[in-house]
């Protein structure tokens, strides 16, 4: 990249700095068991929509029947993770890494002569 | 059928053979968005005006200009379309393009931005070798830009039989010059601002027609969804009935070809090159996000309403009907608006989905461009030495140029072929080639250049030689060579196979490679993808 920060940061240093480090595993550690769960439930209905379709024909109510419900779900479940994830990343994540940016972005000028 | 049926088969044959509504409709529209081009090309200075907007886009603008990249033909008519004659097999469909936004809202989205300038391959090569990667990089990024382009292109010829009453093959390639020409227009003077706003009003438009007809369809069910399936399932095609309501009417007797298609579509969408630049023209990570999280909301309720339009179609207008109509199940949407609103909202919604194509073929032209130019001409041939900061911009309206070209005549050429398989290709190579390099850059430090290399070629080799051999292209009547057979993979979705392919080669290609990759460069970019310094800013005008 062309455009690096204008004084040399020590970035070896940096991913090692606790905050740093602290950061990265709060993400992780949302987003990794996000990710696994919301791929499983959706490959479930997968399978079960290739393989159990007298399952996913049974009739719940009037003509809505599991499968349309489970569909439903999976539109439901995204918006739930996309709305708790926002929150989680406004409120946990943007302020350390504002913090962060912030002290390099200081360190980085000032060295500049 | 019903008599309401042949009624709108008899008016639909009356209305096109009269399309100067549809075509005035989009003219409209063509004119409104050269309007907003012009106006939003008067600050087109810098390659990041260029390529990126200028990073000005508020995440809401944003999230709309995904949607409307994302929202193409082929998955307003052709979801609407599944789900009118294949019921609910059209709706798993819609499913995995949605959830698939999670993995670009959980793991790309802030990441590529913070990292990233113009394309996907600054990513990837952010910390690798620049040369081999970027080839490699450009090279599935044109990949998957050139199948998106030739089946919008294929679907435009396709759509003019339906909506504009023009049968002669000289008429269809006519509309194609001139939907490529237009979108040459549009790239060539808006670049990525002009780009967006096409976007942005296409998504309004498409958004709010179908929210529109939703209601409707709904309030002649007396807003039970129960009532509307009923409708449907009288109406189905001959000896289906109920079986709409259920799995298995499409992809029942290949179950595993559906499993091979859900990898592709969830795991795709997050390396869809021109959804990946589209996270560029915002200011910041945050906003990405806000524009992933828009994206989100409207591509889910756009289709939910595909669910209620595709069933309302098949209630309304019929399974068989629709079978019939010139451009086959893609009628479904027109026709269903034509039952209910009349020419006015059927010239309405053909001129969106005219519409449709034009945006979507514009944002995967600007994205070739945008990787020709800054990855291969100014990063690979010039090794990143470009002198005079026009040329590369240049490099890319040239690009532009030769790609508007080459969509017209493979536009041409390949009309009344069947290759709709090509777009679940692109996804397939998108999972394959791009998503196990993106992953693996940004969160495995062991990632190293031949890694990168082998997974980009060997997934984007997978994908396009087992596509080559599988029954879409030979060995049965509807096949794109009918008369071949030189069948040797069962499936029609390669992604069961190539996409673990990808993974393993990244993987594999990295722990047998003795070169060490620069860790300085590691840490940079891991301190910068997650906290944001040093990203790209927004261009001050």
């Known amino acids: ?113 | 059928m019903t008599l309401t049926a042949s009624l709108v088969s008899q008016a639909t044959t009356e209305v096109e053979n009269n399309p100067v509504l549809n075509i005035a409709i989009f003219a409209a529209f063509v004119a409104v968005t050269m309007f907003i081009v012009l106006r939003a090309s008067r600050n087109n200075k810098t390659a990041s005006d260029y390529y990126a907007g200028g990073r000005s886009f508020t995440g809401p603008q944003n999230g709309f200009a995904i949607a409307g990249d994302y929202l193409s033909a082929a998955s307003f008519l052709g979801i609407c379309g599944a789900i009118a004659v294949n019921g609910y097999d059209g709706f798993l469909y819609s499913i995995g393009f949605l959830v698939a936004w999670l993995v670009a809202l959980l793991l790309v989205a802030e990441l590529m931005r913070n990292t990233g300038k113009f394309t996907m391959a600054d990513v990837l090569s952010f910390r690798l070798k620049q040369r081999p990667v970027r080839m490699a990089a450009a090279i599935s990024t044109l990949a998957v830009c050139f199948f998106y382009l030739l089946a919008q292109m294929a679907g435009a010829g396709g759509l003019v039989s339906l909506l504009m009453g023009i049968d002669s093959k000289l008429g269809q390639s006519l509309v194609i010059a001139v939907v490529g020409t237009l979108m040459i227009i549009y790239v060539l003077v808006g670049g990525m601002k002009g780009t967006t706003w096409v976007q942005i009003v296409k998504a309004i438009l498409l958004i709010l027609g179908a929210a529109a007809m939703t209601v409707w369809v709904l309030a002649l069910n007396g807003f039970n969804l129960s009532t509307l399936l009923g409708a449907a399932v009288d109406n189905a095609a001959a000896g289906v009935g109920e079986g709409v309501l259920n799995p298995g009417l499409q992809y029942g007797a290949n179950p595993l070809d559906f499993i091979s298609l859900a990898l592709a579509l969830v795991l795709g969408t997050a390396g869809l090159p021109h959804v990946l630049m589209r996270f560029y023209t915002v200011p910041t990570a945050k906003e990405a996000r806000r524009s992933v999280v828009w994206a989100i909301w409207l591509i889910g309720a756009f289709y939910l309403f595909t669910l209620v339009l595709g069933y309302g179609a098949a209630a309304l207008v019929g399974a068989e009907t629709i079978k019939n109509a010139p451009g086959g199940v893609n009628s479904a949407a027109p026709l269903l608006a034509l039952y209910l609103g009349g020419p006015i909202l059927m010239g309405f919604i053909s001129a969106v989905a005219f519409a449709t194509i034009l945006a979507v073929v514009a944002g995967l032209a600007i994205t070739a461009a945008a990787s020709f130019a800054h990855d291969i001409y100014a990063n690979y041939m010039k090794k990143g030495k470009v002198e005079d900061p026009d040329a590369e911009v240049k490099i890319a309206r040239r690009t532009v140029i030769v790609i508007g070209a080459v969509a017209i005549i493979g536009g041409i050429g390949v009309q009344g072929q069947n290759i709709a398989f090509l777009v679940a290709l692109a996804f397939a190579v998108a999972a394959s080639a791009n998503l196990p390099t993106i992953i693996y850059s940004l969160f495995w430090k062991r990632f190293t250049t031949r890694g990168a290399v082998w997974s980009i070629y060997g997934g984007l080799g997978a994908a396009v030689l087992l596509i080559a051999f599988s029954p879409v292209v030979s060995g049965n009547p509807d096949a794109m060579i009918p008369g071949a057979d030189f069948v040797l993979f069962p499936l029609k979705n390669p992604g069961i196979i190539s996409i673990p392919l990808g993974f393993i080669l990244g993987w594999l290609g990295s722990v047998t490679d003795r070169t060490i990759e620069s860790p300085e460069l590691a840490a940079e970019m891991d301190v910068r993808a997650h906290t944001g310094f040093g990203a790209e800013k927004a261009v001050e005008h």
Request: no cysteine; proline share 5%.
């Open chain 1, 1 to 113: 990249m062309s455009d690096h920060a204008r004084a040399p940061i020590d970035f070896l240093a940096e991913e090692e700095n606790p905050e740093f480090k602290a950061l990265k595993r709060k993400r992780f550690s949302i987003v990794v068991p996000l990710s696994i769960a919301f791929l499983a439930w959706y490959f479930l209905y997968v399978i079960l929509s290739t393989y159990a379709h007298d399952f996913m024909s049974t009739k719940v109510v009037g003509l809505i029947n599991v499968g349309l419900i489970l569909g439903l779900l999976q539109f439901v479940s995204t918006f739930a993770i996309t709305m708790f994830y926002v929150s989680f990343a406004n409120n946990k994540l943007d302020p350390p890494a504002a913090e962060i940016r912030d002290r390099l972005e200081r360190e980085s000028e000032g060295v500049q002569p």
